[in-house]
């Protein structure tokens, strides 16, 4: 089946860590998508891409990074995590063009930071 | 700022009620709402969404109704299952462009 897989599932790290979450599909779709949920606070969109070249942040990008390696693979890191970075963290997947919106969202990475 | 407001934050009925989910989004550009579900330890899935040139729209037991006049939508669930039981996000875009604006989020439990 066409998926959205994310790796680690969940890691624990030190404040001042780097950190890299990866992000990979196999549905084809252009368009991908980091979030971060905290409870209460719903789902944020960190940085987007809607192609390899294309790379926009969203809501919440301070203290984060992105890399689009190939259609297919979406990684995000930290470069110095810090506590307030704990959270589960989910990448999405959207196809291109018109009428097209539904996002296809990773099984999530739960990270703390301690 | 485009916000999506959702309540309640959270919510718990019996088995065969119908829970009611409200939004409210400021940016009157916005032309697709959908609403997501997410069971515990998954991510989220779209469960039904609705565009603004219709009221109404069914999926099963769930039901989105819309008024734009008002700018708000809302999701019902009728004879609510245990299965139900998830936290339920809407939100609200622009048809083809992809990004998506999403609520806080609504906990739904549904007893037995």
């Known amino acids: 089946d066409a998926d959205v897989t994310q790796t680690p599932r969940n890691r624990i790290t030190k404040t001042g860590k780097r950190i890299m979450l990866e992000c990979s599909q196999t549905k084809g779709h252009d368009r991908m998508y980091w979030y971060r949920q905290d409870p209460g606070l719903g789902l944020r969109l960190i940085y987007y891409s809607f192609d390899v070249k294309d790379i926009n942040k969203g809501e919440i990008s301070d203290g984060y990074s992105v890399s689009r390696q190939a259609q297919a693979k979406f990684s995000l890191s930290l470069e110095s995590a810090i506590p307030n970075q704990t959270a589960l963290y989910f990448c999405a997947t959207s196809v291109a063009g018109r009428a097209h919106n539904e996002q296809f969202f990773g099984p999530g990475t739960r990270l703390t930071v301690l | ?112």
């Not at chain 2, 109404?56 to 006049?69: A, L, V, Y």
């Not at chain 2, 009728?78 to 299965?83: A, E, H, I, K």
């Open chain 2, 1 to 112: 700022q485009q916000q999506v407001k959702q309540s309640p934050q959270s919510l718990i009925v019996q088995k065969g009620g119908i829970p009611i989910i409200n939004c409210a989004y400021e940016n009157t550009a916005f032309d697709y709402f959908p609403w997501y579900q997410q069971f515990p330890g998954k991510g989220p899935a779209l469960l039904i969404a609705i565009r603004p040139d219709v009221s109404e729209k069914k999926e099963g037991r769930f039901t989105i109704s819309f008024n734009k006049s008002a700018k708000q939508f809302s999701l019902h669930i009728m004879d609510s299952q245990p299965g139900d039981s998830a936290t339920y996000f809407c939100a609200a875009g622009l048809e083809g462009y992809s990004t998506l604006t999403f609520g806080k989020g609504t906990m739904l439990l549904v007893s037995p």
